[in-house]
C-alpha cells in the first residue's frame, strides 16, 4: 500500500479521538506510519455484523411481545451475548439462564436475581421488566 | 498518582503497549521492530473456537506472546500475574503504580467506554497500560487511541474480568529489570526465524500457510453448508478478523514488510528489502480479498455463491506467503 492509498472512508471511527494507524510506503518505497479514518469493506463487515445482531433483537421483541420470551433474551441479543457469557457474567447457571429465557419463568423471578440480570445489562431492574422500553428500542445504526 | 508515561498510538494494541513499556525504560524500537523480533506475524483458522458462534480466523500469534517474546529475546525481565479475586487484581494494580511503575494490562474490549459502540465486540485480547491512579480513576494508556483514556474503578474491574471466549482473568504484565546492553542483532534474526518456522512446518493444517489453504477449502463450501446468508456472516467474519481494530490482518503483513525493511539496514543485509516489497504486495493481495469479499456483504440476500473466485485468492495469497518464509527461513547472520 502507497501512502497516498491510504483509505479516509469515514465510518465508526471518531476523528482526533480513535483512528487506525496503517504503514505505507511513500515514493521512494520507504515504510512510514498516517493515521486513517476508516476503510469501506471494514465498515461494511461491521455493519453487517450489527444487522445481524438487530436481526435478532428484532426476533426476540417479537417474541417477547407474543409473551413467549422475557426481555432477558432481548437484551441478551442485543449485547450480543449468548448464554454461555451471559451465564458467566451473571453467575447464574446455565439451565437456569435459558429457562430465565421464558416469558413464563420471568415473571415469577425473585428480585435479586432481576437485579444481576439488570446489572449486566446496565439498567435498572424496573427497566429491564418494562415491555414499553423494548418495544420502543429503536434497532438501527447511529450512523 | 500519574507516571509520567510517553503514549504513542500504534495499529496493535500489544505491539502498542510493549513498544510503549520498553520506551519508558529507555529501550527505543519502532512498533514494526517489536512485532518482528516478538514474531507475532502468524495464520490460524480454528473452526472449533468461536466467536459470535463462528469460527475464528487469526492473522497474529496468540495475544500475550508479542510481550513474552520481545522481552525474552532482549533479556528483558518481566513479571506475569492472573488473579481469581477482584479486588486483589486492583490492590496489587495500584501498589504498582504507587511503585511508579507502568502495568500492561489484558483486557475486554466489551465494556471500554472510550471505544465506539460499534466496535464493542466480545473479543477478550486487548492490551492497554495502566499509568496512573488517584481517587478511584485510573488513566490508560491504549495504543489504538489517540491519547490517554481514564477508566473508573468499576469500568477496569469490568474490562479486566469480561467473560466470553478467552476470559482475561485480570492478567497484567509489568518490566522488572532491564539489561545494560541489549543484542538486537541475534533477538531480529531469532525473531524471522521463529515466525518462517511457525508458518511452514507445524503440522496441524489450521496454522500458518496451511491454514490459509485450509481457509480456502472450508470457504467453498460455506454456501452449500451454511447457505447464503450464513456463509456471507462467516465471510463477515473474516473480514472483521482482518481488519478490526488492534488486530488488522492486512495491517499486519504492512508492519511485518516494515520490519523487514528497518532490518535490512540492521543487519545490513539488502535483500531483505527485496523480501519486504514481496511482503507489501502480499498486504495489498490480502486488501484486495477485502474488497472482493465486501461486494458481497452488500447482495448478501441474493444468493451470490461463488465463493470459488474468493478461495482462488487465498490459495495465490498462501503461494506468495510460503515463497516469503522459504527464503526468509534461511536468514544467517
Known amino acids: ?143 | 498518582m500519574k507516571i509520567d508515561f510517553q503514549h504513542y498510538q500504534s495499529a496493535h494494541c500489544e505491539n502498542g503497549v510493549t513498544s510503549n513499556l520498553l520506551k519508558f525504560y529507555g529501550i527505543n524500537l519502532s512498533e514494526p521492530m517489536i512485532f518482528g523480533i516478538g514474531s507475532g506475524y502468524f495464520f490460524s483458522h480454528m473452526p472449533f473456537i468461536k466467536l459470535n458462534g463462528m469460527a475464528v480466523t487469526s492473522f497474529r500469534v496468540w495475544p500475550g506472546w508479542i510481550f513474552k517474546r520481545v522481552t525474552h529475546r532482549l533479556g528483558i525481565k518481566v513479571r506475569r500475574y492472573k488473579f481469581r479475586n477482584h479486588a486483589l487484581a486492583m490492590k496489587e494494580l495500584d501498589g504498582l503504580i504507587e511503585k511508579g511503575i507502568p502495568v500492561g494490562l489484558l483486557v475486554g474490549v466489551f465494556h471500554l467506554p472510550y471505544f465506539p459502540t460499534e466496535y464493542r465486540f466480545h473479543f477478550n485480547a486487548h492490551n492497554i497500560a495502566a499509568i496512573g491512579q488517584e481517587n478511584g480513576t485510573y488513566w490508560v494508556s491504549d495504543p489504538v487511541m489517540e491519547n490517554i483514556e481514564t477508566l473508573s474503578y468499576d469500568e477496569l474491574v469490568k474490562v479486566r474480568f469480561a467473560k466470553g471466549t478467552h476470559p482475561p482473568k485480570g492478567r497484567m504484565y509489568y518490566i522488572t529489570n532491564v539489561p545494560v546492553q541489549i543484542d538486537i542483532k541475534s533477538a531480529i534474526l531469532s525473531g524471522i526465524r521463529k515466525t518462517a518456522k511457525d508458518m511452514l512446518t507445524i503440522p496441524i493444517p489450521m496454522f500458518g500457510i496451511k491454514g490459509i489453504r485450509y481457509l480456502a477449502k472450508r470457504m467453498r463450501t460455506w454456501p452449500r453448508k451454511y447457505g447464503a446468508k450464513l456463509a456471507t456472516h462467516n465471510l463477515g467474519q473474516v473480514i472483521r478478523m482482518l481488519e478490526e481494530i488492534g488486530t488488522g490482518g492486512a495491517g499486519f503483513r504492512f508492519i511485518y514488510a516494515a520490519f523487514l525493511q528497518e532490518s535490512a539496514g540492521v543487519l545490513d543485509k539488502q535483500w531483505l528489502k527485496d523480501v519486504s516489497a514481496e511482503m507489501t504486495a502480499v498486504g495489498d493481495l490480502w486488501r484486495q480479498f477485502a474488497v472482493h469479499a465486501a461486494r458481497y456483504f452488500k447482495n448478501r440476500d441474493k444468493g451470490l455463491t461463488s465463493y470459488d473466485s474468493l478461495a482462488d485468492m487465498l490459495l495465490n495469497i498462501a503461494d506468495r506467503e510460503e515463497h516469503i518464509f522459504l527464503q526468509l527461513r534461511r536468514i544467517s547472520r
Open chain 1, 1 to 143: 500500500m502507497k501512502i497516498n492509498e491510504v483509505p479516509q472512508d469515514k465510518g465508526y471511527l471518531i476523528k482526533g479521538k480513535i483512528s487506525d494507524l496503517n504503514y505505507a510506503v511513500d515514493q521512494n518505497g520507504v515504510y512510514t506510519s498516517t493515521q486513517s479514518q476508516g476503510w469501506q469493506p471494514k465498515n461494511e463487515a461491521l455493519t453487517m455484523a450489527w444487522d445481524v445482531v438487530y436481526e435478532r433483537a428484532e426476533h426476540a421483541r417479537q417474541q417477547i411481545m407474543a409473551g413467549v420470551l422475557s426481555p432477558v433474551a432481548f437484551y441478551m441479543e442485543l449485547n450480543i451475548m449468548d448464554v454461555n457469557i451471559l451465564a458467566s457474567y451473571t453467575g447464574i447457571s446455565k439451565w437456569k439462564v435459558r429457562r430465565h429465557l421464558k416469558m413464563k419463568v420471568f415473571r415469577k423471578l425473585r428480585p435479586e436475581i432481576l437485579e444481576k440480570y439488570a446489572g449486566v445489562f446496565n439498567l435498572s431492574p424496573d427497566e429491564l421488566t418494562d415491555i414499553n422500553i423494548i418495544i420502543e428500542t429503536e434497532l438501527k445504526h447511529e450512523n
